[in-house]
């Protein structure tokens, strides 16, 4: 397949949505980075790999890192974890708080905020260095050791972290999180301020691709854990867009307010895909559209 030949044409085809939506601006830090960039890379299990435009401009990744933050969990807590954490959709924003009170502080998924701020508050009672062991498995699933947080971000989300410390207050108000509240916080808001490109999100991913055995910085998972991540990726990794995205590209994946979208197409290839400007529902315009018009050209999608 010349995947190459695909995302140039793709690119041209999407053109006409480059000024719709903004970036996220709820995080000052973020409102300052420039809408009009795009970036794409696809790399498929066996080493070829296909970048595209600014495939090696890093951005923020935001809540693709919860998918990260799951591999870890699961790897340590197997299925105990779904005892603090449901795996259900849960058809509202990634910020609400309305479900989380009716069902009295168990987060729906781990790809809501609350769900990813119980995530945060696991690996902070199971790991002795919990930021220096994040960074070391992210960067061992990437290859790269110069991935980092950006403290900036992280500083300015907190600043303006009025809801996510809501929700981290009625968690800890259910008993849901162990850890101090400010910690629990400021380690999730680390946690989403990784920067990464394209390609190095693409190469992280192939790794939920089951195509190989999963072993990162001492971190396991089996290929039925592998299995149920990309289950709940489908299922709720683009908050309540999740059932559109599945619609209209037909991969599990998942979206960040950075602009970052991942999908993978199991036991073939991870594609990540980067432009800031959102939509209403905080993903990425041209990156659904650039997906959707990639399952289609190649007719190669779960379904
Ligand atoms: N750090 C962001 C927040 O908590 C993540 C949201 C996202 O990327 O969807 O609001």
Same mark, same amino acid.
């Given at each position: 397949?010349?995947?190459q ?16 939506? +903004? ?5 000052p830090?973020?409102? +300052?980075?420039?809408p ?5 890379? !696809? ?17 923020s990744i ?18 105990n !974890?779904?005892?603090? &954490?449901? +795996?259900?959709p =849960?058809?509202t ?6 479900q ?7 987060p729906? *998924? ?5 769900g990813?701020? &119980? ?12 930021? $220096?062991?994040? !960074? ?7 290859? $790269? ?18 809801? *996510?410390?809501?929700?981290?207050n009625?968690?800890k108000?259910h ?12 380690? %999730?808001?680390?946690?989403?301020? &990784? ?5 190095? !999100? ?7 691709? $089951?195509?190989?055995v999963? %072993? ?6 089996s290929?039925?854990?592998i299995?149920?991540? *990309? ?10 867009e ?23 197409y199991?036991?073939?290839?991870a594609?990540?895909?980067?432009s800031?400007?959102?939509? =209403? +529902? ?16 190649t ?5």
């Amino acid at each position: 397949m010349d995947y190459q030949k695909i995302l140039e044409d793709i690119y041209k085809e999407i053109i006409p949505f480059a000024k719709t939506g +903004k970036q996220a601006d709820y995080i000052p830090a973020l409102a +300052k980075v420039n809408p009009d960039q795009f970036g794409m890379c !696809l790399e498929t299990v066996s080493g070829e790999v296909f970048p595209f435009m600014q495939a090696d401009t890093r951005f923020s990744i935001q809540s693709i890192t919860k998918v990260f933050a799951l591999a870890m969990c699961l790897s340590l807590k197997g299925e105990n !974890l779904w005892k603090r &954490v449901g +795996k259900e959709p =849960s058809g509202t924003a990634f910020n609400s708080l309305v479900q989380l009170e009716v069902e009295k502080g168990i987060p729906r *998924n781990p790809f809501i905020n609350a769900g990813a701020i &119980v995530l945060a508050d696991i690996l902070l009672t199971e790991l002795d260095d919990p930021e $220096n062991e994040y !960074l070391a498995f992210v960067r061992s699933l990437c290859g $790269n050791d110069s991935v980092g947080y950006n403290m900036e971000v992280a500083f300015s989300e907190r600043e303006k972290g009025y809801l *996510n410390a809501a929700i981290a207050n009625m968690l800890k108000y259910h008993g849901t999180i162990d850890n101090d509240i400010e910690d629990v916080l400021m380690f %999730y808001f680390k946690m989403c301020s &990784v920067e990464m490109n394209c390609r190095e !999100l693409a190469r992280a991913f192939l790794s939920f691709t $089951n195509s190989r055995v999963f %072993y990162h910085s001492g971190y396991r998972l089996s290929s039925s854990q592998i299995k149920r991540m *990309n289950a709940v990726m489908q299922t709720c990794g683009f908050y309540d867009e999740a059932g559109e995205f599945s619609y209209l590209v037909g991969l599990p994946g998942k979206s960040g307010v950075g602009g970052g979208i991942v999908a993978i197409y199991p036991m073939r290839y991870a594609v990540a895909v980067w432009s800031p400007r959102l939509n =209403s +529902k905080g993903n990425s315009v041209m990156g659904i559209k650039a997906l959707e018009l990639l399952t289609t050209a190649t007719q190669e999608s779960i379904f």
